[in-house]
């Protein structure tokens, strides 16, 4: 019989940097797998999704801006000139009714149009925010929220 000259620490050191190349290998491979799956659930998070029960609510009242709300600081323009102003530079459409204020969210183009005016709109709100799905000027004397 042939004698080895291997010692036990160095079978054991053997073993020891083998499991743990293993282990790092299958942390880096699951590390990989939920990112994946992250990066997947974060994008179906970003999109927006309206629930398809829940009805649209009515709003009522004046189309601005989420700086200026009610009342416009921007001397020599009209309401809608200073709405639009502000939110082309970086506001956000708002309707105010009184001492309520909410940020509009969906259709610029839609919104647009209505800058400085009394509207009806449908959406749903979400917080402080109004995901408006259709909008309309209200008639003199018509519904309040």
């Known amino acids: 019989m042939k004698k080895h000259s291997r010692s ?6 053997f073993f020891l ?4 190349a293993s ?6 491979m699951f590390a990989g797998v939920t990112a994946a ?3 997947e659930s974060t994008r179906a998070a970003d999109e927006p999704q309206a629930d398809p029960i829940a009805p649209g609510q ?5 189309v601005t ?5 009610a009342r416009h600081t921007t001397e020599g323009k009209s309401a809608a000139e200073c709405a639009t ?3 082309h530079n970086g506001s956000r459409y708002a309707i105010v009714d009184g001492d309520r204020k909410y940020e509009l ?10 800058a400085g005016q009394r509207v009806t709109l449908t959406g749903v709100l979400d917080g402080e925010t109004i995901q408006v799905t259709s909008a309309s000027l209200q008639a003199e004397g018509g519904p309040g929220r």
């Not at 036990?8 to 050191?13: D, F, R």
């Open 85 to 87: 102003t502000c939110v």
């Open 105 to 114: 969210a969906g259709e610029l183009r839609q919104i647009r149009e209505f």
């Open 37 to 39: 799956i992250g990066d």
């Open 23 to 28: 282990s790092l290998v299958f942390a880096a």
């Open 65 to 69: 801006d989420m700086r200026c709300g």
């Open 8 to 13: 036990w620490p160095t079978l054991v050191g």
């Open 17 to 20: 940097l083998t499991t743990l």
């Open 58 to 62: 009515t709003f009522s009242g004046v």
